[in-house]
């Protein structure tokens, strides 16, 4: 049986309708509004730097990379020095090579070790400022 309408249900069913619309219209204009925000190059460039900023794996790489450079940077100026030998040099720029790889291979462990001296360190401070019983 095919259900009868009023022109009062038709009515009100048109004006729910008009204010369903009026209000997608606003979510939509929301909507467009935050994708033109989040397509400006400025924004763009932002969310990138966040995401690199909040990635651990990242954080990690850069600081093993840096890690291993700096080490072989500073153990080239330490065997090298101010010298203007050029075999030396060349020995400086292997062992620098050297160092850098060592400590790129070996970061965690290294790592691991450092964290173990300054704990240790910590401890025997801990205990030297420890009130006597």
Do not use: C, H, W
Not at 30 to 35: C, P
């Amino acid at each position: 049986m095919p259900i009868e309408y009023t022109s009062e249900s038709l009515k009100e069913a048109i004006k729910a309708l008009e204010i369903k619309q009026v209000e997608n219209e606003k979510e939509l204009r929301l909507q467009l509004l935050n994708v033109y925000e989040n397509l400006k190059p400025i924004n763009i460039l932002k969310n990138i730097a966040r995401d690199v900023a909040n990635t651990d794996s990242l954080k990690n790489d850069v600081t093993n990379t840096l890690a291993s450079l700096v080490s072989g940077f500073i153990s080239k100026k330490i065997i090298v020095g101010k010298s203007k030998n050029p075999f030396l040099k060349l020995i400086g720029v292997g062992i620098q090579l050297g160092m850098t790889t060592l400590v790129s291979k070996n970061y965690d462990i290294i790592k691991s070790y450092i964290v173990n001296f300054i704990n240790l360190i910590q401890e025997k401070k801990d205990e030297e400022n420890s009130p006597q019983l």
